[in-house]
């Protein structure tokens, strides 16, 4: 079994969506809803990969940075309907491995996935 896939991300039917691929290829998930609560978690937890939903959730780029920080090993996929966040320059900069379109493309998203932990 592949590591846990940490989801912080507001939309349900998003999230099992999300869920169901990474069950079917060999991951667990983890979901959140509140940024929080996935801080706090990732104190104690081995999160290889954290999916970041930033057109739904409070998140700057302090916040990103604390959950880099964190868990340095792990790599952050960010979702987004935006293409550009330039208050996010940093987060992007040092931080987030890869930001996808937001409605999430499950073929991108797996390609990464499998790009980061195959």
Not at 13 to 31: D, I, M, V, Y
Not at 42 to 65: K, T
Not at 86 to 102: D, M, Q, T, Y
Request: proline share 3%; glycine share 4%.
């Amino acid at each position: 079994m592949k590591s846990t896939v940490a989801i912080l991300d507001n939309d349900p039917r998003q999230t099992a969506a999300l869920c169901e691929l990474l069950q079917s290829h060999g991951w667990k998930s983890k979901t959140f809803v509140r940024y929080e609560d996935l801080a706090k978690d990732a104190l104690s937890s081995d999160f290889r990969i954290i999916i970041l939903n930033l057109d739904n959730i409070n998140v700057d780029a302090v916040r990103i940075g604390k959950i880099g920080l964190i868990n340095n090993k792990s790599y952050i996929i960010a979702l987004s309907s935006q293409f550009y966040h330039p208050g996010l320059k940093e987060a992007f900069r040092k931080h987030i491995s890869v930001c996808i379109a937001n409605p999430v493309d499950l073929d991108e998203l797996l390609y990464w996935l499998t790009t980061f932990e195959p």
